[in-house]
Nanobody, 118 residues
Framework: QVHVVESGGGLVQPGGSLRLSCAASGIVFAAYAMGWYRQAPGKQRELVAQITLTATTNYGDSVKGRFTISRDNAKNTVYLQMNGLKPEDTAVYYC????????????WGQGTQVTVSS
């Protein structure tokens, strides 16, 4: 059984930092591209960051230069370091695991809330 579990969300002041973690089990982690997405109330889910099998990264325009995605294949975990947080970063953040060859092997976590407010 596959489990994708996010952690690390919370309340932070503008300009602050948070690190999200996403632990995956039940999959061959090294065969999956990993991504972070977010969804704010009343808005569509959007890409935050992706990291491929070879650690190539891709970021949404609104977070470039502030967020960093990384992965630790030994721990089956992907991270999202978020610096310089802004109120508009407030959203539920979701982790995604996508198999690079089998499209049906696409898994989501339950999400973790990030709130940026003074």
């Amino acid at each position: 059984q596959v489990h994708v579990v996010e952690s690390g969300g919370g309340l932070v002041q503008p300009g602050g930092s948070l690190r999200l973690s996403c632990a995956a089990s039940g999959i061959v982690f090294a065969a999956y591209a990993m991504g972070w997405y977010r969804q704010a109330p009343g808005k569509q889910r959007e890409l935050v960051a992706q990291i491929t099998l070879t650690a190539t990264t891709n970021y949404g325009d609104s977070v470039k230069g502030r967020f960093t995605i990384s992965r630790d294949n030994a721990k089956n975990t992907v991270y999202l370091q978020m610096n310089g947080l802004k109120p508009e970063d407030t959203a539920v953040y979701y982790c995604n695991a996508a198999h690079t060859a089998v499209r049906s092997r696409d898994y989501w976590g339950q999400g973790t809330q990030v709130t940026v407010s003074s």
